[in-house]
T-cell receptor, first 115, second 114 residues
Framework: DTAVSQTPKYLVTQMGNDKSIKCEQN?????MYWYKQDSKKFLKIMFS???????INETVPNRFSPKSPDKAHLNLHINSLELGDSAVYFC??????????????FGPGTRLLVL | AQSVAQPEDQVNVAEGNPLTVKCTYS??????LFWYVQYPNRGLQFLLK??????LVKGSYGFEAEFNKSQTSFHLKKPSALVSDSALYFC????????????FGTGTRLLVSP
């Protein structure tokens, strides 16, 4: 009954490969997010989707392409992986995305290592 | 732009002692502030938030935070630390650019010694 789940938990791959990370939430929320946590533990938002529509795109290289097949799922596809993409990627969700009171709930993270 | 600062990379405290993890904010308009905790190899867990009202906010696991408008601070506190509180703590502020995102501080590692 995990609220926000991500797969895979760990991902080790070679430079130049293409990989995807999946996220699902069973909270009935309208808005989902992708955050990146770098090696220094700094967290920064990458994307946000509201009801399958892209809302926030924070100057992320276009090698990163989010896709939301429905409002419960937000996937992240990364093309031509680079060493600097190594990080922990967190998915999160919130009820509407518009209310200041909303709490964002985070998934367990996907640890990506590019060799 | 909204931002938060966590001035301490690490806080050390002995078990049973009170703990404080500091956070200051810079916002235009009203601040909406959050604390999250990240245990090793885990995701972020929500602890508490300040939206409006009482300056002392109570949250999960016995944590509380004090909102101080004059000092633009939102420090996280606990009266008696546990070894299991050892984790990475993040302060965050709501950013209002259309749909809202969280802007996080750099995190503070809390180490509670037995």
């Amino acid at each position: 009954d995990t609220a926000v789940s991500q797969t895979p938990k760990y991902l080790v791959t070679q430079m130049g490969n293409d990989k995807s990370i999946k996220c699902e939430q069973n909270l009935g929320h309208d808005t989902m997010y992708w955050y990146k946590q770098d090696s220094k533990k700094f967290l920064k938002i990458m994307f946000s989707y509201n009801n399958k529509e892209l809302i926030i795109n924070e100057t992320v290289p276009n090698r990163f392409s989010p896709k939301s097949p429905d409002k419960a799922h937000l996937n992240l596809h990364i093309n031509s992986l680079e060493l600097g993409d190594s990080a922990v990627y967190f998915c999160a969700s919130s009820l509407f995305g518009t209310s200041v009171e909303e709490t964002q709930y985070f998934g367990p993270g996907t640890r990506l290592l590019v060799l | 732009a909204q931002s938060v600062a966590q001035p301490e990379d690490q806080v050390n405290v002995a078990e049973g002692n009170p703990l404080t993890v500091k956070c200051t904010y810079s916002v235009s308009g009203n601040p909406y502030l959050f604390w999250y905790v990240q245990y090793p190899n885990r995701g972020l867990q929500f602890l508490l938030k300040y939206i409006t009202g009482d300056n002392l906010v109570k949250g999960s696991y016995g944590f509380e935070a004090e909102f101080n408008k004059s000092q633009t601070s939102f420090h996280l506190k606990k009266p008696s630390a546990l070894v299991s509180d050892s984790a990475l703590y993040f302060c965050a502020v709501r950013d209002f650019t259309g749909f809202q995102k969280l802007v996080f501080g750099t995190g503070t590692r809390l180490l509670v010694s037995p």
